[in-house]
């Protein structure tokens, strides 16, 4: 026989073989010796397990897998995208939906992430792609099966089944590409798992002091304006939350902060955007009042639970001395009703990464939280309450405050949810091969079980950013599964109780809290503000200090976690800001330079200055060296934008020139503007000159009158001389 001969008669059977769905050879070539492979299977197939096997030249992106809820009876639709990889035209090509051996345990079904089952157990019928693909191409294909064509019946066992996609070449059955998943598989009539799913709607502060009332807030940037504009992350996160239909309760987590910010920034006087020492007009009103009012119409459909303003680390604060910065204001909460219609619950609290120290505990508690969400490693116990079973969600967490409970999340469904919501999330195939995985994994935990009704916590990061497609998924399709039920935190936290052990604060919890040095400077921006209240009255210090609560507050946000550099950042500004408005109030220096005392009891003119648009009361603060005091002048109040002279009384004891420090402080001593130094020359005798000069004359005038009187005392001793010259003295 002919080399061509023998080469069209191999390709006839391999085309013969796979509308059979029997095994084909690889090549044309003579099979080598060995088993052959299990139907359905390849080489490449076998080889999935090893990391380093080629990329396969058909990339394949799952975009539709219908039903979510698999019966007997159902069709199985898949909708994919395959796209030519290599340089190559692949040729006529052909598709099958193949399925593996159940996976009974959760264990295997996590094995089966690194290491890949085989899908040999099961094919569908073969699919042509007549056409294939040239280099590059991309097509969609859509494939539908039953599930009787994978040989699943009502009476196959319940759990999860590798499935896979695969794409061969119709002339010789080579596979270039797969597309794997898994497919749940369960009983109608079972109890189900209850789903408790964190919709966090949260954002990182972005002003700093605000402004009053009918002024345009300012604000450090405008990423909260593209952060609600379409394509955003909180327009993705609001509206998978709108496609939410049926019984599926989510629970939205929302921020006053930033419910209050998006509302500032929907003013009629608008919003400014600080660039450099300028700022601009603001861009996101539309965007921001749309957001605002779709969550205002969802927001009656589902739990809304709000954190304290800021989203504060509230364990960080507590480690400072600075726990009222984390606690609820009724305010805010008030604000947040009027702005979307609905007053939150604070009967849910989600601490960051979900832990907290027992002192924490008790303050949450305190303020009426009856649902903590916790991490899985938050507790010392795993509550498992026997071997091979997963167990419920919420734990007893006693407090001093009170009983509570805990919404525990389970460690591989939290790892699978968040790697599903990165954008490189990890799944080969897309997002809707992420949720799937998701999905299978929530199967198993209720095939292990299928008559206890256990729950299930779903807590997303906090400032999650999802490819769309994903968010949509997970928020919806919890609806249309009959082995799951959709319940906000509230409904859990009514469920039996496993009790999962002691409230523990690793170690590493402690290193991801914002840093002590922030809160300390926090402290500090805090006692500067407490200090400057004292110069104002009540009214002026509501007006100038007022925003400075809520910027304080924001300061401690736990979006500074994650964004250290924009916290230190934050707080640095705000240090600054009030350096600012303490600095404009100070001491003029005089405008020669120096100061002139004529006497020993002459008056020392001070100018104080105003800067501000409202009264200040100060206090004189001046150091003298030795020989210079000065009387205390009280307290002095300086008009807005104003200045006022005081007349300080000096004492000299000297001649010369003293310099001498001057600063204006707040009446409880905080140093206002900046300290200077004066320069006082005095021309006049103090009384400790005038007392040596005194004692000097006294001593001098002693002296004279000694010698006067030595004088007048030897004169009545000696005997006279006679009158006459010397000459005539000496002839006598």
């Given at each position: ?25 690889a ?52 909708s ?11 040729g ?14 959760r264990?295997?079904l996590?094995a089966?992430?690194s ?5 040999g ?78 919709w ?13 009332a ?67 007009a ?24 709000a ?11 507590e ?13 805010d ?8 219609g ?33 991490s ?13 079973r997963t ?10 405050s ?14 699978i ?18 949720e799937?995985?998701l ?61 999962r ?25 805090q ?7 004292s110069?104002?009255?009540n ?28 916290g ?14 303490r ?20 008056p020392?003119l001070?100018?104080?200055?105003n ?17 210079f ?13 104003g ?15 003293f ?9 409880t ?26 004692l ?8 004279v ?28």
């Amino acid at each position: 026989m002919s080399e061509r001969v023998r080469r069209i008669g191999a390709v006839l059977g391999a085309a013969v073989a796979l509308v059979a769905g029997l095994p084909v050879a690889a090549t044309a070539a003579p099979a080598p010796s060995g088993p052959a492979p299990a139907p359905g299977s390849s080489a490449r197939a076998s080889s999935a397990r090893a990391s380093s096997a080629p990329a396969e030249p058909v990339a394949m992106t799952l975009q539709t897998l219908e039903p979510h809820d698999v019966r007997p009876d159902s069709t199985i639709t898949i909708s994919a995208l395959l796209r030519n990889t290599s340089a190559n035209s692949t040729g006529p090509l052909i598709l099958r939906l193949r399925r593996g051996t159940v996976i009974s345990t959760r264990g295997e079904l996590q094995a089966a992430d690194s290491d890949q089952p085989t899908t040999g157990s099961a094919a569908a019928p073969p699919q042509a792609l007549h056409s294939g693909l040239t280099p590059g191409q991309t097509t969609r294909v859509t494939y539908q099966a039953k599930v009787s064509d994978l040989a699943l019946s009502s009476f196959s066992g319940i759990g999860v089944y590798p499935l896979a996609l695969t794409v061969q070449r119709a002339d010789d059955g080579t596979e270039v590409g797969r597309l794997a998943t898994d497919l749940p598989y369960l009983q109608q009539g079972i109890s189900g798992t209850k789903v408790t799913l964190l919709w966090p709607l949260l954002d990182r502060p972005h002003r700093l002091t605000g402004a009053p009332a009918g002024s345009p807030e300012v604000f450090a940037d405008d990423l909260l304006a593209r952060s609600v504009a379409p394509g955003g992350r909180l327009n993705t996160l609001l509206a998978a939350a709108e496609a939410v239909t049926g019984k599926v309760k989510l629970t939205l987590v929302v921020d006053p902060e930033t419910i209050e910010a998006l509302s500032r920034m929907t003013d009629p006087a608008g919003y400014r955007v600080g660039t450099g020492s300028r700022t601009v007009a603001g861009t996101g009103a539309v965007a921001a009042a749309d957001w605002l009012g779709r969550l205002r119409a969802i927001v009656p459909k589902h739990l809304l639970v709000a954190t304290p303003y800021a989203d504060p680390d509230i364990v960080a604060l507590e480690r400072g001395g600075n726990a009222a910065l984390a606690r609820f204001q009724q305010p805010d909460l008030d604000a947040t009703a009027r702005v979307l219609g609905e007053m939150p619950s604070t009967k849910v609290s989600w601490p960051p990464d979900g832990q907290l120290t027992d002192s924490a505990l008790d303050d949450v508690v305190a303020q009426g939280a009856n649902a903590v969400v916790l991490s899985p490693n938050a507790l010392s116990g795993t509550g498992a309450v026997e071997s091979g079973r997963t167990p419920s969600g919420v734990s007893p967490l006693p407090a001093l405050s009170g009983p509570a409970v805990a919404l525990v999340s389970d460690p591989v469904v939290q790892n699978i949810l968040q790697r599903g919501g990165l954008r490189t999330h990890g799944f080969a195939g897309g997002p809707r091969i992420a949720e799937q995985r998701l999905l299978s994994e929530l199967a198993m935990i209720t095939a292990e079980a299928p008559n206890d009704t256990r729950t299930i916590v779903l807590a997303p990061p906090r400032r999650w950013d999802p490819p769309a497609a994903y968010a949509r998924a997970l928020a919806t399709d919890l609806g249309s599964i009959s082995w799951l039920t959709a319940v906000d935190a509230l409904q859990a936290s009514g469920s039996p109780q496993v009790d999962r052990g002691a409230l523990v604060y690793p170690g590493a919890a402690r290193a991801r809290e914002v840093p002590p040095s922030l809160i300390s400077d926090i402290g500090l921006v805090q006692s500067q503000v407490a200090d400057f209240r004292s110069a104002l009255s009540n009214e002026d210090a509501g007006t100038e200090l007022q925003p400075y609560g809520d910027a304080v507050r924001r300061a401690g946000s736990s979006a500074w976690r994650s964004q250290l550099p924009a916290g230190q950042a934050y707080v640095a500004r705000l240090l600054r800001q009030i350096g600012t408005l303490r600095g404009a109030v100070t001491l003029s220096s005089p405008a020669t330079g120096d100061y002139t005392l004529a006497s020993s009891d002459s008056p020392l003119l001070l100018t104080l200055e105003n800067k501000l648009t409202v009264p200040v009361s100060v206090r004189l603060r001046l150091t003298t060296p030795a020989g210079f005091t000065t009387r205390d002048v009280g307290l002095q109040q300086i008009p807005p934008k104003g200045k006022r002279t005081v007349k300080v009384l000096a004492s000299v004891q000297r001649t010369g020139t003293f310099a001498v420090k001057g600063q204006v402080t707040t009446p409880t001593g905080g140093a206002l503007g900046n300290e200077i130094t004066l320069s006082v020359r005095s021309t006049a005798y103090g009384g400790l000159a005038l007392g040596i000069t005194g004692l000097a004359f006294a001593v001098l005038v002693l002296a004279v009158l000694y010698r006067l009187y030595r004088r007048w005392k030897a004169r009545g001793t000696e005997p006279p001389v006679a009158a006459g010259s010397p000459a005539d003295r000496s002839l006598t």
